[in-house]
């Protein structure tokens, strides 16, 4: 039984080390993505001018005062 709790005391710092690197590791490659994914989407150019209100193309001025 002591063998094993040696055995088990010996190997913990390494393949806590290993764990520690495996998550550095998967973080580099995921935020990577994410900053590859946002560069792709900033090179895309819209087809027209997004409007932003959605409902027409042109709103009347804010001094007209023509009746609608």
């Known amino acids: 039984m002591d063998a094993f709790l040696y ?3 010996d190997i913990t710092p390494t ?9 550095i590791f998967g973080g580099i490659i995921i935020g990577w993505d ?5 560069r792709r989407l900033l090179q895309q ?3 027209k ?7 027409c193309d ?3 001025d804010k001094h ?3 009746p609608p």
């Open 45 to 47: 150019k819209p087809s």
């Open 34 to 38: 994410d900053v590859e994914q946002q």
């Open 7 to 9: 055995f088990i005391a």
């Open 15 to 23: 393949f806590l080390l290993i764990i520690l690197l495996l998550c």
């Open 49 to 55: 001018p997004e409007n932003v209100y959605g409902q």
């Open 58 to 60: 042109h709103l009347p």
């Open 64 to 66: 007209d005062n023509t």
